[in-house]
């Protein structure tokens, strides 16, 4: 796609034969049911209309509770430390077995949060949730980038980040549904229906097959080769074999993947892959999905606020995301990040500007119209967050490293997306006192840059083979071509990356020049 300076890439190589099986289908839409997991922990965390002071009347404060913030924050501070180990057993055991794992953590979680008697229970079950996450979220993008077909990569990777939007729905639900019920035991009964995913994960890594990339890597070559021809649909494998035999000899040079990384080939990916966490975070999202059952009450909806709002928001999240899985592989991810951030930055900037004029710290005179207005631009924000940067912000660094260092760099990705994740879980309720309605200036300005960041600096990485980025993508983008050194890629391997003279060297130069 043309823009930001990036030309696509010719025919330097080739697209592998490969049908949509449904072995494919079947074991991406298993793998991604650690998306709702994952979703359904995010959602049973938020608790709308509860204030640390019952006497404190204000529209912005009311909800400024730090051992609330605390405690839902620690989840993603477990998963945080569980992605290292799970870059361990990704490289080493595959990303089968690491699945299984996070299922483990998560049905074991669910028992004790389902269980707990006091509040230290309730923090191990929720510790024990946090490292399902940080296993899911290692394994489960690698495994749906890898087993899928180059052309329908984008929209089988993004089945991660629907089931996510359908988990949140699904705990708004809940939370609403046993809030009503008498006796107490409502919370229980919310916490144990986590057990629901929880065995659809691991039901769904017991059934999947491992990745042809994952096996050959562990040097299991006659199994590799026998799962790629069962999940491809076709004989005609040898050409995508051969690919995935020479990056696993490549990988397997490599001893130390995380300190690889550092090397300034791996720059881009890095570059890239944090930006897009951190930016994930700063779209101003939860500003928008905590304030929605506010708006709604301010509306009319009084005290059904939080149920229509988990309805009617989760909803356009659900059915956005579907406009990604079917849009991202043939429009791209650069065009799909754009026009979100021109929808995202107009419907921040409106809401700012109608909260400013019309509601006070604490006054609810908030016209009906304005209203109604504030929750069109509030669906209009989730809307385009759902097809953009909440699917693109896991798939694309999923697809970008090579081999050797790919586990190793989707954990760098958790691990930034859960710092930021709870950088924002842990402040946004005390920005949300201080800034009042500046918050969504403050999250529109970011918005304004991760989009400048897209124009120039992101390389469509749309009908790539993943094996191909380093040559296809990255070598011939206008920036990040003049980090990939194929002299640093011999005294690292021993041989220059694409094993293929005619491709010539990546900045430009005749290799005579550089002597």
């Not at 930016?279 to 905590?290: D, L």
């Not at 207005?373 to 699917?391: K, N």
């Not at 403050?442 to 191909?468: H, R």
Request: charged residues 15%; contains cysteine.
């Amino acid at each position: 796609m043309p823009g930001g300076g990036f030309a696509p890439a010719k025919a330097g190589g080739v697209e592998f034969e490969a049908k949509i099986t449904p072995i494919v289908i079947l074991s991406c839409i298993m793998a991604a049911t650690g998306g709702l997991m994952f979703g359904y922990d995010v959602g049973i965390s938020e608790v709308y209309g509860k204030t640390q002071d019952p006497n404190l009347n204000s529209n912005y404060c009311k909800y400024d509770n730090q051992n609330l913030q605390m405690f839902t924050s620690s989840l993603y501070l477990a998963g945080l430390v569980a992605t290292f180990f799970a870059s361990w057993t990704t490289r080493n055991l595959g990303r089968k077995p690491t699945m299984l794992i996070a299922g483990f953590f998560f049905l074991v979680g669910v028992v004790i949060n389902a269980a707990a008697q006091d509040l230290a229970m309730l923090i191990i079950g929720r510790v024990l949730l946090g490292c399902g996450v940080g296993f899911a979220n290692q394994a489960v993008p690698l495994f749906l980038s890898e087993i899928a077909p180059t052309r329908i990569r984008g929209g089988l990777n993004i089945l991660f980040q629907l089931n996510v939007t359908i988990g949140i729905l699904f705990a708004n639900l809940v939370n609403y549904g046993t809030a009503k019920i008498k006796g107490g035991w409502g919370w229980r009964l919310s916490l144990g229906l986590a057990g629901f995913p929880a065995l659809l994960l691991t039901a769904g890594a017991l059934l999947v097959l491992e990745t042809p990339n994952s096996l050959i890597e562990r040097g299991r070559l006659d199994e590799g080769k026998t799962v790629l021809r069962k999940i491809r649909g076709t004989d005609n494998i040898e050409p995508e074999f051969l690919e995935l035999v020479e990056a696993s000899r490549v990988a397997k040079e490599v001893k130390h993947p995380f300190r690889n990384l550092l090397k300034r080939r791996n720059w881009p990916q890095i570059a890239i892959t944090i930006a897009l966490q951190i930016f994930q975070q700063f779209t101003g999202i939860n500003a928008i999905m905590f304030y929605a059952p506010v708006l709604f009450d301010t509306v009319g909806f009084g005290s059904d606020a939080s149920l229509y709002s988990a309805v009617i928001i989760g909803a356009v999240n659900v059915l956005s995301t579907c406009v990604s899985i079917y849009s991202v592989d043939k429009i791209g991810r650069r065009m799909l990040l754009l026009e979100a951030g021109v929808q995202m930055f107009f419907s921040q900037v409106v809401i700012a500007i109608i909260l400013g004029i019309k509601v006070t710290d604490n006054s609810n005179d908030l016209h009906r119209g304005f209203a109604v207005l504030v929750v069109l631009m509030v669906c209009t924000f989730v809307s385009a967050f759902a097809w953009s940067w909440g699917p693109l912000g896991w798939l694309i660094p999923s697809e970008t490293f090579p081999l050797e260092t790919r586990s190793a760099g989707q954990s760098v990705t958790v691990c930034v997306n859960l710092i930021f994740t709870f950088v924002m879980a842990q402040s946004f309720l005390s920005m949300l006192c201080t800034l009042k309605f500046g918050i969504f200036l403050f999250f529109s300005s970011w918005v304004f840059i991760m989009s400048i960041f897209v124009v120039f600096l992101l390389p469509e990485t749309k009908n790539i083979p993943i094996e191909e980025m380093t040559e296809r993508v990255w070598k011939k983008h206008w920036f990040w071509k003049r980090f990939m050194d194929d002299n640093e890629e011999v005294a690292a391997t021993g041989t220059i990356g694409d094993h293929s003279p005619q491709k010539g060297h990546s900045n430009g130069l005749d290799p005579a020049s550089q002597l």
